[in-house]
């Protein structure tokens, strides 16, 4: 299976910034796709930022202009820069990564959490 280690949250103040790594291990053919998610206590999850192989970026309209998402294919790695952070920005941040393993199952796995708190 595949794993996906994030790190990179804590908590910083209104106006400043975070990246967020996560990186993902296994016996991976591929990887279609990697993504970071949030979920606000009391609120759904919902898709930040993903970047698809051979594609190009899409953001939540509440991130566009603030957040990054980039990848490092050779590390099998998506970072998530967020700049200029919002109280609402505050949320646990998960990774998510899809693709084929050797052999050519599919997969979707999903990191466990970092928490981001941005509040003064």
């Known amino acids: 299976q595949v794993q996906l280690v994030e790190s990179g949250g804590g908590l910083v103040q209104p106006g400043g910034s975070l990246r967020l790594s996560c990186a993902a291990s296994?016996?991976?053919?591929?990887?279609?796709?990697m993504d970071w998610y949030r979920q606000a206590p009391g609120k759904q999850r919902e898709l930040v930022a993903a970047v698809p192989t051979g594609g190009n970026p899409v953001y939540a309209d509440s991130v566009k202009g603030r957040f990054t998402i980039s990848r490092d294919n050779i590390k099998n790695t998506v970072y998530l820069q967020m700049n200029s952070l919002k109280p609402e920005d505050t949320a646990v941040y998960s990774c998510h990564a899809g693709g084929r393993l050797v052999g050519l199952a599919p997969f979707s796995s999903w990191g466990q959490g970092t928490q981001v708190t941005v509040s003064s």
């Open positions: 296994g016996i991976v053919f591929s990887i279609n796709t």
